[in-house]
């Protein structure tokens, strides 16, 4: 069954005619080319699939395309020109932050997500920021790093 | 920074934009790091092109039996099928196996596992070939399984493999072990076992293939794009240059992407590609990942071990089996690593071990970081900290009366020469942790929360060893423009050694890496260059990337010497500027000495090959020197342990690895953090489990790997430098060696704060408060 919905990825409305059984996830990247979505699990484990609804971090592989009609979807390509995500994917850069890269899109959102909360947060708050998106790579140091250098100063 | 880090992404993502490879300032290495911050599409699902069709995996549902007959018709009736591809469809042989010929693309008739893939649905769409393939029906004529690999052993054992259910058997032999327990006063036998672990790269295993003039184009997620291409070729009964394999941006592997999975998916999308002349994607769920990618083996490994009541190790005798699953895979090599560390970081006089690669009906096992290393020294570790509390000796006192010094000899005899730096990686760990002090103060501690310290000492034998011919090709171009395009057989997938094998290039020819870029490894240009694992891609690679370095720069010293007007001795390269070492106002730019060679006609394209030297191994006698240079390491864990439940969590860890030069600094902190939380993961949390031979945990929310909130509280890493003789500019491996020691750290830290022993890991709780309740408990025998 399709169904006609309205969605704003990154600030552009998009009527879409979505089956209502499509993902948030395969629209993000099949229909409309945000594929710094990843998909790691499926099942809403690794969050390496985290975008904002409505400025909320959400795991788009647990979302249905039908559940964002007229509602507002940010993934890191529509904040690509930023200035404070740029300062974070520079601390991420700076740090060594991503390895194999592949939850690198998703940590980016859940730090300028904290950010957007906290200019200086505790190593403690950055943890439970990015608690949702599993990381195999760097054993989270670099990123917690990188986060507090990428949160200084802030505007809130 | 952030004015500066805001101009620089920027140009960058110009850059970017027009195709360029994307690369950040000298004091960040890695050449891949904007790619990634940006999110830009470069792996191989975001590669997908329009009109692609979907091929999904199908695998047994029994541990061991017979096909008799699979029911395809209502899965090929489902909407958006194209097909069924079922062994009938393969035109060249049905084997996907890395070592020995024990493994069929599509198990027929025979299965031996769960893991055994029987074929694969094709369609339209992912959810359609998903749908279809749960429609199909397969029946069995069962057969006997066996999933404990002791029960293998039994001599009336069925037999898993024509050959037997041994794959692989291994010793050493060293002086004469009966004699040093005749000389003991103290012997201690104890087994301990390891569980299966699974690597859970981030992006499971994935190929995507695209017809291709006679043959076939394949993209895909992988370590070793050579050994993929003649694994397809094989299937589909091509010549191997038309099958066309390119690596793309690859997110995690740590060593099941060197094992089969990735031929098994690359086969079958080529396969498809080529019947249905669709670009087809073959992608594993996370699911498929866990169940049919190779695991860390199983290991069942006893100690006998006699020491002095003076705290000196005089024998040891081990026995160990690792449980490969259905298939040997890497697994031949990974019992040689086991056994070669069997002993760990110690001196013993007399060594005696034997083992066994035996084969079951549980999924196989393969290459996982440590690559046997985390078992053996899991059980060696632990062995220590058992013998230093029967002895009544601090652990680590004992620990430093008999590791391996320089001059001491290994279980094979091999004598440690200057380049050994573990004396100095435990010195930083013991200072750090304020070891001493707090061991002392532990002692005697009443309270329900309780601290504990835990050791564990880390050889490592550096890249293959006696595992096969290790070497590595790297060609270096330099474009009319002055780019330097670095391109190898070799691989990157994530640890950032492609970075450093530039680096190496980079600091010989005296220009910054910013000039550099790296091209995808890629059949068709890239010389084979023998699988990217062992961590061996900074040390091998590094080696042939400093002779294609040195040999340009034979060619350009002289041209800067032409343009400066002087003798080629006195000129030097700095900064992508030549001097005259003697006038140094006298100065060329490297564009110019690139567009002078152009204008010549002087070659600059250069390739570097580098082969280690033979490691003489006697497997007749058991003895020899299997390893040219080794990593060293220490790591001490500490603990808080919750008495009433058992439950724990890490307080500190204090890592210290001798990595002879670190290449990138930044890069080699980067590998012992992940590293040692990938083996925290392993010591506390992780277990793959089978309930008779199906795997029960295969996804992230029942199989557990370290988040953000699990790892230590404090983690001090220390860099510990003792060049070594096989690595450029002294350098030895790293991104392997941090995950062997946490098993047996927090093992032995959780012992010391509540007197429990668990000797199967991971140590979790439960085991720890069963460990306590049994201790209170009367004895009623």
Excluded at chain 1, 26 to 47: I, M, Y
Excluded at chain 2, 111 to 120: F, H, K, P, Q, Y
Excluded at chain 2, 286 to 309: A, L, N, Q, Y
Excluded at chain 2, 603 to 628: C, H, I, N, R, S
Aim: glycine residues 10%; neutral net charge.
């Amino acid at each position: 069954m399709k169904r006609l919905i309205t969605l704003n990825v990154n600030g552009t409305d998009h009527p879409i005619n979505v089956d209502v059984t499509v993902r948030l996830i395969d629209v993000l990247r099949d229909q409309l080319g945000a594929r710094s979505v990843k998909e790691g699990c499926s099942t809403g484990d690794c969050g390496i699939c985290a975008v904002l609804v409505d400025g909320k971090l959400v795991n788009s592989c647990l979302m249905l395309a039908g559940q964002c009609d007229g509602r507002r979807v940010t993934t890191l390509e529509g904040l690509l020109d930023d200035p404070e995500m740029k300062r974070m994917q520079g601390s991420f850069i700076a740090n060594n932050a991503a390895q194999c890269g592949f939850c690198t899109p998703a940590m980016l959102m859940a730090s300028w997500d904290l950010a957007r909360r906290a200019s200086s947060p505790t190593d403690e708050e950055i943890k439970v920021a990015i608690s949702g998106i599993l990381c195999r790579c760097t054993g989270y140091y670099q990123i917690i790093d990188s986060i507090h250098q990428g949160c200084k100063g802030t505007r809130r | 920074m952030s004015e500066q880090v805001s101009e620089l992404l920027d140009s960058l993502r110009a850059k970017a934009e027009r195709g360029d490879l994307l690369y950040i300032g000298e004091s960040v290495v890695r050449v891949d790091s904007l790619e990634k911050v940006l999110g830009s599409p470069v792996y191989t699902a975001d590669l997908i092109p329009k009109g692609t069709v979907y091929a999904k995996l199908f695998h047994s549902s029994v541990p061991h039996g017979i096909i008799k007959r699979m029911e395809l018709g209502q899965a090929r009736s489902c909407p958006g099928v194209l097909g069924i591809l079922t062994p009938k469809d393969i035109p060249g042989l049905n084997e996907s196996s890395a070592v020995l010929p024990d493994r069929q693309l599509y198990a027929d008739p025979v299965v031996r596992s769960t893991g055994d893939i029987l074929g694969a649905v094709v369609a339209e769409t992912y959810p359609a070939a998903s749908d279809a393939a749960a429609r199909i029906k397969v029946d069995y004529d069962p057969l006997p399984a066996i999933f404990d690999p002791l029960d293998a052993l039994k001599p009336d054992a069925i037999r898993i493999h024509q050959k037997g259910n041994i794959a692989r058997q291994m010793k050493i032999r060293k002086g004469d072990v009966e004699e040093g327990f005749s000389r003991s006063d103290v012997i201690l036998e104890r087994t301990y076992r390891t569980q299966f672990q699974d690597a859970v790269p981030l992006e499971p295993e994935v190929g995507l293939a695209i017809p291709e003039d006679g043959g076939v184009r394949v993209i895909g997620s992988m370590q070793s794009p050579h050994h993929t291409q003649a694994a397809v070729a094989k299937v589909l009964k091509l010549p191997p240059e038309k099958v066309h394999v390119i690596q793309a941006v690859t997110g995690g592997a740590f060593g099941p992407k060197s094992d089969e999975t990735p031929f098994d998916v690359c086969s079958t999308a080529a396969l498809a590609a080529v019947k249905y002349r669709r670009p087809v994607y073959c992608g594993l769920d996370r699911e498929d990942s866990m169940v049919m990618h190779t695991k860390r083996h199983p290991f069942v490994i006893t100690h006998k071990t006699g020491v002095t009541s003076d705290g000196m190790l005089v024998a040891d005798e081990s026995r160990l089996v690792g449980d490969t699953g259905a298939y040997a895979s890497l697994g031949v090599f990974v019992i040689v690593r086991a056994t070669f560390h069997t002993v760990g970081a110690y001196e013993i006089p007399n060594v005696k071990a034997d083992s066994f690669l035996v084969y079951t009906d549980n999924t196989y096992s393969g290459s996982l970081r440590g690559f046997g290393g985390p078992q053996a020294i899991f059980a060696i570790e632990s062995q220590m900290e058992e013998l230093a509390r029967k002895l009544g000796m601090d652990p680590l006192e004992f620990r430093l009366r008999n590791m391996l010094v320089p001059g001491k000899k290994s279980a094979t005899s091999a004598v440690m020469d200057g380049s050994c730096g573990l004396p100095q990686c435990v010195e930083k760990v013991v200072a750090s942790s304020n070891y001493r002090e707090k061991a002392a103060r532990y002692r005697n501690q009443n309270g329900n929360l309780r601290r504990g310290l835990g050791i564990a000492l880390l050889m490592h034998g550096n890249s293959l060893g006696p595992e096969g011919n290790d070497y590595g090709a790297v060609h270096i171009e330099v474009l009319s423009d002055g780019t330097i395009s670095v391109g190898s057989g070799l691989t990157e997938y994530g640890t950032g050694a492609m970075s450093g094998i530039m680096q190496v290039a980079s600091s010989v020819l005296g220009v910054p890496l910013s000039r550099f870029k790296l091209e995808r490894p890629d059949t068709s240009k890239h010389r084979e260059s023998g699988p990217t694992v062992a961590s061996r891609v900074v040390v091998i690679g590094g080696n042939a990337s400093k002779q294609a370095a040195e040999k340009l720069r034979g060619r350009i010293l002289p041209l800067a010497a032409e343009l400066l007007k002087t003798d080629d001795k006195r000129v030097t390269m700095v900064d992508g500027m030549a001097f005259d070492r003697r006038k140094p106002s006298a100065k060329v730019e490297w564009d110019t000495i690139v567009a002078e060679a152009y204008r010549r006609g002087v070659g600059l394209k250069e390739e570097g090959f580098f082969m280690a030297p033979p490691a003489p191994w006697d497997q007749e006698v058991g003895q020899g020197t299997p390893y040219v240079q080794y990593t060293w390491g220490a790591l001490i864990v500490e603990v808080e342990l919750d008495m009433s439940t058992g439950y724990y969590t890490l307080v500190g860890a204090h890592a210290a690895y001798d990595v002879g030069k670190a290449v990138n600094p930044n890069g080699v902190l980067g590998q012992i953090y992940g590293g040692t939380v990938q083996g925290l993961g392993y010591a506390m949390m992780e277990e793959l489990l089978h309930k008779d031979g199906a795997v029960v945990n295969p996804n992230l929310g029942d199989y557990y790997i370290p988040t953000s909130m699990d790892i230590p509280r404090e983690f001090k890493a220390f860099i510990v430098e003792v060049p070594g003789p096989l690595g450029p500019f002294g350098a030895k491996i790293i991104a392997e060696p941090p995950i062997v020691l946490p098993g047996a750290a927090v093992r032995n830290a959780v012992l010391n704060a509540s007197g429990v022993s668990v000797d199967d890991l991971p140590v979790t709780s439960e085991k720890v408060l069963m460990g306590m309740k049994l201790r209170q408990a009367p004895r009623t025998h």
